[in-house]
């Protein structure tokens, strides 16, 4: 009796040990796969830090083994080769705050508004605003663009972080909506019987509970802002360039500068990366647009 | 005096309402604008009535455009999809590898899509770049990446896919986190093998995260514009041109303001359509999701 | 200060919350609500308040209609079920909160005086430095009520303020709560599930359904005079015997399977199907009165009294007896429980959606 549980035992050991082997075979194929994806995934960042750190005379008759220099980062960042690149880099940090500060100030009582009161018109409000983040740019650029020239907006602070609320607006509302909503009536309830008035009520029990989701979409905002392309490319042309149509300027010319254009790359990405590694826990929300939560 | 509770909302939402209005404006006055011949060659319009779209759907290039739109769109976000679930699920194993990995995954989606196309860009030029230069001792040295129609459209989808697979695999790694537990306690207690449980547990529950992802990528890549902009410029020929750059070379370029925006007009519709499709097998999924996991 | 309620009519979507509500709660007085979830008692609460507008009907203060009134400016103070604690705020932030507002300001160090003695009362000084997430239910919850207590308000509302109490510290808390000396004197609206609770609290207990108020009455109209059989049913544990049958041509009452009769207090029409409700402590074993005859179907221990469950034909008959009285009762032991006729309540049959009313004496 013993022995037939002691060879039953056995028997299962064995088991369970061919089912770990396979699961460690699986283990290490799944890494390597992994690795693999982010080996792709990274290497052009890599490939780019590579490029920025080659001096001019090295770019094409080396790839791996060549003497590093700082020398492209002391042009890019001195603003010579005729590029100002350090006033793109001012100027999109500029547009890019200016757009998320004017979308919080609209955005977070509309999105509080939608979130609270049933009111007529929400809905379409809501959907109007969503339906910015999927339109076509083009759409509303090219009347801005003749717009801008008339108005005396082209190429100018305000006329880009006007243009810039049909990325950041849409984002803010949105995801705000989804933070408050979340958050239960009764507090400001509460609030307004303790004898503080509504807009008391938001400042002092509804704001500071969604302080994270703030903070959040304002980076989140911040970055889609910073990364924009189209609207600089099109509704600027010098005082109010940003960082992401400056930084093709150095592939123009007649002798391609790819060290500069890879420093002027690498540069230009510091910032959102920066601020995105601030949001990882708050990411997900924020990109589906409130859809999916974590 | 205070405001009446029934105006409150309208109150809160008012700065967004002239926002979304100041946005919209230029919206209509582009619509209003594809009725007239407007360019910068005809400072006098004339009513041409819906001659622009006329036009537009008689063009070659249109259709060609459209084509080359679609095919973009279907391949991007599908790869996309399937290497963003796939990368999910591999990091949904939390082994120490991938524990370590998932922190960098947001990398390349952080990264403006111009600045990646930059990127890719150097490393793909066919004599000088690193790309063919490692793939020379496989006998592949002289791909000529971006200059073949065909070799265009793909790189143009790879960049694409190097920036957005972390989009699609962030929702999807959200969604398998969020799983209930039971049933597939249930499927281990029953003896189900691995890919029966995919097939018929995570994979109909994760697809209300996955589609969210895949409506986003698909109709943020119909309107794609940085990545072709800075990587091929619609080339060579015609084969990369697609409709937002059409419409940016019509109405920019060519400064035939009221022909480019009757391109992004129609762009937006077929947008429009396409949303509504998916967001309708959206709710059809969700329901069917609650069901399994119900 | 006394509330009145007129005709309110709230619906969320297609469920109607309130459905013409009537509600008259007197200045001074301890009014409890009494009702099953949904049946509209917070939204009563709310509307008082002033949190939620009704679609019709009025909600008059004093007197005074307070349509256009804010909820800050109606002078009432309300314990939300769900506490409606500040998470980021500390439990003293929390109490001090009222004194802080514009409306109910008082100095830094009065208001800490008060707040001190708020929480003295309830028991919770030691827990002022606290944020809400470390405290158990039962402590957010004195935490929500001393909230109410600490600022001058002229009628309390709360909403099931002890139901997420456990059972020792609720019926303490309960006895505690009435000898409040600011409760004692406030108009207090008291919203509650629990019968036991009513009972014990209210000096007039309004039993809502469906949004609407059923009956108002003291305790004892509503123990002795229900509205209907299911207001009988929700008062008193063990619950009411509610016996099915028929008015006989003399007047007597006979039970549906023709096991026994009664003779009834009321005169009802012959053939009228009614039923007959009696409490199982006004059914004695020893006593006199009508007597049946049945068999013990099981017994069960309430502490110092037992219930004793009697099988009469087809019916179950439930009665409290003392516990010397019912000491070797055995299942199937042949009993004869006595019934005095006054204490019968007679209803008429209930219905598919509409409990039988009660018949009255005449």
């Known amino acids: 009796m013993k022995g037939r549980q002691a060879a039953g035992v056995r028997a299962r050991g064995r088991q369970a040990a061919g089912v770990r082997a396979r699961g460690r075979l699986g283990g290490w194929l799944a890494d390597a796969a992994l690795i693999l994806y982010f080996v792709f995934a990274l290497f052009p960042v890599a490939w780019m830090l590579i490029l920025s750190l080659k001096p001019a005379d090295q770019l094409f008759s080396t790839y791996f083994s060549f003497t590093p220099t700082l020398e492209s980062y002391r042009t890019v960042l001195g603003d010579r080769e005729g590029i100002p690149f350090t006033r793109f880099f001012g100027n999109s940090l500029v547009v890019s705050v200016g757009a998320v500060a004017l979308s919080l100030v609209v955005g977070l009582p509309a999105a509080y508004a939608s979130a609270r009161l049933r009111f007529k018109g929400s809905e379409n409000l809501m959907f109007t605003l969503l339906s910015f983040r999927f339109a076509p740019e083009l759409t509303v650029i090219v009347p801005l663009f003749v717009l801008y020239q008339k108005l005396g907006l082209f190429d100018t602070y305000v006329g880009m972080v006007w243009v810039l609320q049909l990325i950041t607006l849409p984002l803010v509302v949105w995801i705000m909506r989804s933070y408050f909503a979340d958050l239960t009536p009764e507090l400001e309830q509460a609030a307004l019987l303790d004898g503080y008035t509504r807009t008391q009520a938001f400042f002092k029990v509804a704001l500071p509970l969604v302080k994270p989701g703030v903070a959040a979409v304002s980076l989140l905002a911040f970055i889609f802002a910073w990364n924009n392309f189209v609207f600089p490319l099109i509704l600027t042309s010098n005082e109010a360039q940003t960082v992401t149509v400056g930084a093709l300027s150095f592939l123009g010319g007649d002798r391609p500068k790819y060290n500069l254009t890879a420093a002027a790359a690498l540069v230009s990405v510091v910032p959102p990366l920066l601020l995105a590694l601030t949001i990882q826990r708050y990411l997900v929300r924020g990109l589906s647009f409130g859809a999916v939560k974590s | 005096m205070r405001p009446r509770p029934a105006l409150r909302p309208y109150l809160l939402v008012l700065p967004a309402l002239l926002l979304t209005c100041g946005i919209l404006y230029p919206f209509g006055l582009g619509l209003y604008y594809t009725l007239f011949d407007f360019s910068a060659a005809e400072p006098q319009p004339d009513l041409v009535g819906l001659e622009n779209y006329r036009t537009v759907f008689t063009q070659d290039a249109f259709w060609n455009s459209a084509w080359v739109t679609v095919l973009y769109a279907v391949g991007a976000a599908g790869v996309e999809t399937v290497l963003g679930v796939a990368v999910a699920l591999l990091l949904h194993r939390s082994s120490l590898v991938g524990r370590v990995l998932e922190k960098i995954l947001i990398l390349p989606l952080m990264i403006a899509p111009v600045i990646a196309a930059i990127m890719w860009k150097l490393m793909l030029q066919p004599s000088v770049g690193v790309v063919n230069h490692l793939l020379r001792p496989l006998g592949l040295g002289g791909v000529q990446w971006t200059d073949t129609p065909t070799g265009a459209l793909l790189s143009s989808i790879a960049v694409d896919v190097w920036v957005y697979t972390p989009f699609v695999a962030i929702l999807a790694l959200a969604g398998l986190r969020s799983l209930p537990a039971s049933p597939f306690e249930a499927a281990a207690v029953d003896g189900a093998g691995w890919w029966y449980t995919f097939r018929r547990l995570t994979l109909p529950m994760l697809w209300p995260y996955v589609l969210v992802a895949v409506i986003f990528r698909f109709m943020d890549s119909l309107k794609v514009f940085d990545i072709i902009y800075a990587l091929t410029e619609g080339g060579p020929g015609d084969s990369t041109v697609v409709l937002q750059i059409r419409a940016y070379l019509e109405a920019i370029r060519f400064q035939r303001y009221s022909f480019g925006i009757s391109y992004t007009v129609v762009l937006w519709a077929v947008v429009y359509l396409a949303a509504a499709v998916l967001v309708r097998s959206l709710g059809r999924i969700q329901r069917k999701a609650a069901e399994v996991s119900g | ?362």
């Open chain 3, 1 to 362: 200060m006394s509330i009145a309620l007129r005709g309110i009519r709230k619906s969320y979507g297609r469920t109607t919350a309130l459905d013409g509500l009537e509600l008259d709660v007197r200045d001074g007085e301890f009014f409890c609500l009494l009702g099953p979830s949904g049946a509209g008692k917070t939204t009563t609460l709310k509307t008082v308040a002033g949190l939620e507008r009704p679609e019709a009907g009025t909600v008059e203060i004093d007197g005074r209609d307070m349509r256009d009134v804010e909820p800050y400016d109606r002078g009432v103070a309300m314990c939300f079920e769900s506490y409606a604690l500040y998470p980021h705020r500390s439990v003293y932030d929390n109490l001090v909160s009222p004194l802080r507002s514009p409306r109910h300001r008082l100095p830094a160090a009065e208001a800490r005086d008060r707040v001190g003695a708020v929480a003295g009362l309830l028991g919770i000084g030691g827990l002022l430095d606290r944020m809400p997430g470390q405290l158990s239910n039962g402590q957010r919850q004195r935490v929500a009520l001393g909230r109410v207590l600490v600022r001058p308000a002229r009628a309390f509302l709360l909403d099931e303020p002890l139901s997420h109490l456990d059972a020792k510290l609720r019926q303490q808390m309960r006895a505690e709560l009435k000898a409040i000396g600011a409760v004692r004197r406030t108009t207090t609206l008291y919203v509650t599930h629990d019968a036991v609770e009513a009972l014990a609290l209210g000096d007039r207990i309004g039993v809502i359904r469906d949004g609407r108020i059923v009956q108002t009455g003291t305790r004892e109209d509503i123990w002795y005079r229900p509205y209907d059989t299911e207001v009988a049913r929700a008062f008193g544990r063990p619950r009411i015997n509610l016996l099915p049958g028929a008015v006989t041509g003399t007047g007597h009452f006979r039970s549906a399977d023709g096991a026994f009769g009664l003779p009834l207090p009321t005169r009802v029409p012959p053939g009228t199907e009614v039923l007959v409700g009696v409490r199982p402590r006004d059914v004695t074993l020893t006593g006199d009165g009508h007597r049946l005859t049945g068999t013990v179907y099981v017994t069960e221990v309430l502490g110092r009294s037992v219930e004793v469950t009697v099988r009469i034909g087809g019916q179950a008959l439930s009665l409290v007896a003392a516990r010397g009285e019912a000491a070797g009762l055995r299942p199937d032991d042949p009993v004869r429980p006595a019934v005095r006729p006054e204490n019968l309540l007679v209803f008429e049959a209930d219905r598919p959606g509409r409990p039988g009313r009660r018949i009255e004496r005449r």
